[in-house]
C-alpha cells in the first residue's frame, strides 16, 4: 500500500475548515488561512502544516476521505463484493455531497502532467480503502487485479458524478452497477478455475489461502 500523507488532527482541522472556501478561492493559500482563522488557528500556521503545498493539501483531503469512508462502512455487511463495493462507494459519494466544486477543482490540479504521481497515489489509495472496506482480503493474483479494475470503474465513476444532477447520486450509481461487471467476473473466472484444481489430485495444496471475506 502507498503511504498516506502525514496525519495530524490540526491537517485534518485545517482542510474541514477550507473547504467551504475552496469553491471560491480554489485549492490556495488564501483558502486554507481563511479555513484556519475559521477553525481559530493562527493564520500563519498555514505554511507549517502544508509545507509541501497545494497537492499536499489535495492529499491530505483526500486521505481524510478515505478515513471517513472506511469509519462509516464498518456497519455495510452482507452481499458479493461487488455489491459491498458498490455500497462504499455510494457512501462515499454521499459523504462528499457538500465538497463536489473542492473535488472538481481538486481534479483539475491533479490532472496536471507534473501532479501524475500524486493523482495515482490518491487514487491507489482510495481504491485500496473501498476493497478494505468491502472486506476484500484476497492475497493471490486477484489483489492486483481488483485494484486496477475498479481504479478504472472509481476514476470514470467521480467524473461522471461530477455531471450528475439525479437525485440521491442514482444515475451515478446505475452507472457503477454496470461497470462493476469485471469485479463480477473475476469470481466467475475465480470459482471456475478453483473447481478445475478440484478435479484435479494433489493440486489443492496449492490453491492460495481464502479468507472469509473475499467472496466475490
Known sequence: MIAPPERMPERDAAIEAMLPHVPYDGWTKRALKAGIRDAGMPADEADL?????IVDMIE??????????EEAAKDLLGGSLPERVKGVIALRLEQNRPNKEAIRRALAILSLPRNARAAAAC????????LHAAGDHSAD???????AILAGIYSATI??????????DSATLAFVDRRLSGLRRIGRIRRRAEEVLDRIPGARLFRPSRDV???A
Request: hydrophobic share 40%; charged share 30%; proline share 2%.
Open 49 to 53: 502544516l502544508f509545507p509541501l503545498g
Open 60 to 69: 491530505t483531503f483526500a486521505d481524510l476521505a478515505d478515513r471517513r469512508m
Open 123 to 130: 487514487t491507489a489509495r482510495t481504491v485500496d480503502a473501498i
Open 141 to 147: 493474483f486477484s489483489w492486483y487485479t481488483k485494484r
Open 159 to 168: 467524473l461522471y458524478w461530477l455531471r450528475d444532477t439525479s437525485e440521491d
Open 213 to 215: 471475506g473475499d467472496t
